[in-house]
């Protein structure tokens, strides 16, 4: 069976990896893995059945019951639970504050990690997540480690937040990153770190066409497609 080929993406919330990745996927024609929103479903499955977030066993058990799947549209994924498209309610600060916790679960990583796996086996993928480089993908052809200072993740993830019912501010938002960040990267399971063979790109003061443009630079250096 011929191998697929894997891009591993991985770093901090709000560092520019689903931009990046979405973008690589579509120029390289690859399918685009967003691992983070998988994590985030089964956070949303979680609040909306009232299963509380604390009781690893309840959600672990959780996360082996719903379907999760992608669908692939020009604006990147929707994200489907069971059916239902679920691609904006994943994304609120309701989830943001619970899914660290519930991404921290054994049972629910290797639930997710075998779906990942799946998704893999059908095609090339740009892979983005924490543990993408480390656990999930660790022959991936090309391994990046995307960062970006506190402030700028920011004001992205503000700007990505700015619609009607979703207030935030600069202020919330670096104190929810970096909690997060702190959660993600101290917990036993599959901690955010950079693999020793990931190249670190700092997106901090590029746009996301220069993002987009050195990450093909290395797809270019490493797998030679053009
Ligand atoms: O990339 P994101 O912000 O959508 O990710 C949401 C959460 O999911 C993040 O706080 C950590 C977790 N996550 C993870 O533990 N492993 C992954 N591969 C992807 C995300």
Known sequence: MKKHRVIAIDGPAASGKSTTAKLLATRLGFIYLDTGA???TVTLAALERGIDIRNEIAVGRLAGEIKIDFIPTEDGNRVILDGRDITNEIRTP??????SPVSSYKIVREKMVALQKE???????VAEGR???TVVFPD??????????????????????DSPG???????QMASLSSRDLFDSERENSPLKKDPEAVVLDTSGMSINEQVERALELVSERLGIE
């Not at 309701?94 to 899914?99: P, S, T």
């Not at 998704?119 to 993928?125: E, I």
């Not at 970006?148 to 004001?155: H, K, N, S, W």
């Open 131 to 133: 543990d993408m480089a």
């Open 140 to 161: 991936a052809d090309l391994k990046i480690f995307l960062v970006a200072d506190l402030e700028t993740r920011a004001i992205r993830r503000c700007r990505q937040l």
């Open 94 to 99: 309701a989830v943001d504050a619970a899914v």
């Open 38 to 40: 998988m994590y985030r």
């Open 166 to 172: 979703l207030k935030t501010t600069i202020e919330d």
């Open 119 to 125: 998704f893999a086996r059908r095609g090339d993928v």
